[in-house]
């Protein structure tokens, strides 16, 4: 008799750029979650857990130059090291950790002589650009999922629901749009520098967000507040529940969904 586990026996890659990836965490959710459908043979479980965590591999560059060429090399490590397993999914958490620091690095660049040559200074271009491009190759060749994590940090001066849109603050980067165009999506995100061609596009959009909490009544008494702390409002932050709202580029539809972390596991609520 065989068992559907959700799984797709396929790699999957990490580039923890944040240094936050807790993998005795992961192990902790996947003896939990593995528990549930096999209640009663926990070697099982564990032999399915230590399978699977075999099969990730994780990452730790220090900046986004160096984020890109492991990328560039990865068709090198997954053909020398994994080559019984297809690559299913290629995540980087996050694309904005080196955002000040390469920023910092892109003004004083500006102040530099430029030698007259054909054609860019491949130093000169954003190191993004790189990044980008190296994913771009890497959809091609491999068709892994991509998942690539932001912050938000600039407000957008539209919001739709409860969940608070930003503006993207990375340039180059794919960006969500109602209406879909290659093009123009590839030129509006080269902000100054001559239109290229976006080596990646946006397929999916997803904006996370702490599920909000109803303030307190401007008439409600000091008596009232700390009752309604207690019965009420501690519950919902304990909780944890984080909203999120999925946007598809072409699409005006929005999707959202409800998630909550627990000490045991991730549970999913759709809208």
């Given amino acids: 008799m065989s068992m559907d586990f959700g799984g797709n026996e396929m790699a999957a890659v990490v580039y923890d750029t944040d240094a936050s990836f807790d993998v005795a965490r992961l192990h902790q959710l996947l003896l939990n979650r593995l528990s549930l459908v096999l209640p009663n043979n926990l070697e099982m479980v564990r032999r399915l857990v230590e399978e ?58 500006r102040n530099v002589p430029q030698i007259a040559q054909e054609g860019p200074d491949p130093a000169s271009v954003n190191p993004l650009q790189h990044v980008l491009v190296a994913l771009g190759r890497l959809r091609l060749s491999h068709a892994p999922f991509i998942i690539l994590t932001n912050w938000g940090l600039n407000l957008a001066s539209r919001s739709d629901g409860p969940v608070t849109f930003y503006k993207q603050h990375l340039h180059p980067f794919p960006v969500y749009s109602e209406n879909y165009d290659a093009n123009a999506l590839s030129s509006s995100m080269t902000g100054d520098l001559p239109p290229t061609p976006m080596p990646l596009l946006l397929t999916h959009h997803i904006t996370l967000s702490p599920v909000s909490i109803p303030p307190f009544a401007p008439e409600l008494s000091l008596h009232g507040a700390v009752q309604q702390e207690v019965e009420h409002r501690r519950s919902m932050v304990q909780k944890g529940e984080i909203m999120g709202l999925v946007r598809t580029t072409g699409s005006r539809e929005i999707s959202r969904f409800i998630f909550c972390v627990t000490p045991e596991n991730v549970h999913i609520r759709h809208l």
């Fill in 52 to 109: 699977s965590l075999r099969r990730l591999h994780i990452f730790r560059p220090t900046s986004l130059l160096q984020l890109a060429t492991s990328l560039v090399h990865l068709p090198l490590y997954h053909r020398l090291r994994i080559p019984e397993h297809e690559i299913g999914l290629l995540a980087v958490d996050s694309v904005s950790a080196f955002y000040w620091s390469d920023r910092f690095i892109a003004e004083q660049m």
